[in-house]
C-alpha cells in the first residue's frame, strides 16, 4: 500500500488527525494517554505525518523537537524524534525517511552553517535496526567505540530531554515501568538471527522489553547517508 509523507507544525493537525494518531500509538504501544499523547505533540517544533493514498487516513507519524547543543565549542542542531510510529501494514515504505530529509533541509535553510544531528530513542531493535540502513556513522555502535566529544554530547542532549530519566552510566532513559513501551507481539524474536547490530542493542538496553530506550545520535548529511537512500534524496526537489 502505498502512503505520501508530510511535515508540518503540530498546530496544523485537525481533530480529526489527532485522533487518527492517537489511535494508532495506542494500537502498538502500552501506558499511553491522550494527555501524555498530546503534549508530546505540541511540546514540539514539526510533526511528520503519513497518509494512505487509497483512503487519506494517517498510516503513521513522528513528532520533532528542535533545539541547540555544543559538541564542545561547536554549536550544532539536534532533532529528536518523540513519539514515532507507523502502522504495520505501511512498514517498509520509504516515504518517512524521505519526508524526514525534507524536513532537516528545511531546517539547515535556517541556519546553513550549523551541523544538524538526529536523536533518535530506541526501545525497540527495529528503530536501532534503522541507523546502519539509513546511516555510515552512528553512535552507539558495535563496529567502533563513540568519541568521547560524542559520548559528553549524548550525555548533555540526553540530560536536556529526559533530566529525571536519563541513566548516565547507561546511556539509557529509563522507564520504570512508567513510561510508554512497545507492545510485546510487535518485537521480533530476539534471536532470530545472528545479526551484530541487534546483539549489540540487546546488550546495551537488556530491559527494552519494559520501556527502557537507548540514546542514539547520527549526523544528516548527505555524505552519511546510504546509498539506498542517498540516491532517493539527491533527486528530491
Not at 76 to 99: C, F, M, N
Not at 119 to 148: A, D, E, N, Q, W
Amino acid at each position: 500500500m502505498k502512503v505520501k509523507g508530510k511535515f508540518i507544525q503540530p498546530q496544523m493537525v485537525s481533530k480529526k488527525e489527532e485522533r487518527e494518531m492517537f489511535a494508532i500509538l495506542d494500537k502498538y504501544f502500552g501506558n499511553v494517554s491522550l494527555e501524555e499523547f498530546r503534549k508530546d505533540l505540541y511540546s514540539k517544533e514539526y510533526v511528520i505525518i503519513l497518509y494512505s493514498e487509497t483512503d487519506n487516513k494517517i498510516a503513521g507519524f513522528s513528532t520533532q523537537k528542535v533545539f541547540s547543543s555544543l559538541i564542545e565549542d561547536e554549536e550544532v542542531t539536534v532533532v529528536y524524534s518523540g513519539d514515532t510510529i507507523i502502522d504495520q501494514k505501511y512498514w517498509g515504505t520509504r516515504e518517512l525517511p524521505i519526508a524526514f530529509w525534507k524536513m532537516t533541509r528545511h531546517i539547515k535553510q535556517k541556519n546553513p552553517q550549523k551541523r544538524i544531528f538526529w536523536m533518535l530513542i530506541s526501545k525497540g531493535v527495529r528503530t536501532y535496526r534503522f541507523l546502519p540502513v539509513f546511516c555510515h556513522i552512528f553512535y552507539p555502535s558495535y563496529k567502533y567505540p563513540t568519541p568521547l566529544k560524542y559520548v559528553n554530547f549524548m550525555h548533555d542532549i540526553g540530560k536536556k530531554v529526559f533530566p529525571e530519566r536519563y541513566d548516565i552510566e547507561t546511556g539509557l532513559i529509563v522507564s520504570s515501568g512508567k513510561h510508554q513501551f512497545l507492545k510485546e507481539k510487535f518485537h521480533p524474536p530476539i534471536k532470530r538471527n545472528n545479526n551484530p547490530h541487534e546483539k549489540f542493542f540487546y546488550e546495551k538496553n537488556p530491559n527494552f522489553i519494559n520501556g527502557d530506550e537507548l540514546l542514539c545520535i547520527t549526523e544528516m548529511e548527505i555524505e552519511n547517508i546510504q546509498p539506498y537512500f542517498q540516491k532517493f534524496f539527491l533527486n528530491l526537489k
